[in-house]
Structures are given as C-alpha cells and as structure tokens.
C-alpha cells in the first residue's frame, strides 16, 4: 500500500514517436480582449444614456431627444420575440469567467 504506483510505459510503433497536435481552444471557451469589453461598455453605456432621455421625453420633460419606433403593423413571425436582457447575460457572463478561473 506504501509503495508508489507503477508507471504505464507504452511502446513506440517502429520506433517513430507518435504525432503530437497542438491543443486547440474549445469551442466553448469564449476569450474577450480588452477592445471588446471597451466596446461593450461604451454601447452599454450609450444605450443607459437613451434609456434616460427617453424616459425623461416620456415624462415631458424634454421635447428633443430620442424617438422611440414603434411599428404600425407588427410582424407576426416576430410574435414569440422574447428581447435580451443585457444586463443579466453579462453578468451570467461574468460569473462563467469566475467559476472557470478558480
């Protein structure tokens, strides 16, 4: 029981060593740069500032500013249309890149 496990020793075929592939990145593993969490950030950041102005116009508050589309007539493939929500997807995001650092 105290004595170390024996190593598993594998031949060579005709004395070649076997071929070795470099590791590839997992489809999975998404990598962000530093440009495109910049980028995020100021869309982000831009859109928070719409949102402001919108509910500011809606208020009466302002009668310039951003001007909110809606269609006359809605398109019905577009009926199960559910929008994301920014926020909690980076921060699911976020909490991924968490967990698979430690």
Known sequence: ????????????????????????????????????????????????QVEQQLDGSRNGESTCGPVQYVEKTPNPGLKNFVPIDLEEWWAQQFLAKIENCS
């Open 1 to 48: 029981p105290d004595s170390p496990a024996q190593k598993l020793v594998f031949n060579r075929v005709n004395g070649r060593r076997p071929q070795v592939l470099p590791q590839q990145v997992s489809a999975t593993e998404e990598c962000y740069t530093l440009a495109h969490e910049e980028n995020v950030r100021f869309i982000y950041e831009a859109w928070q």
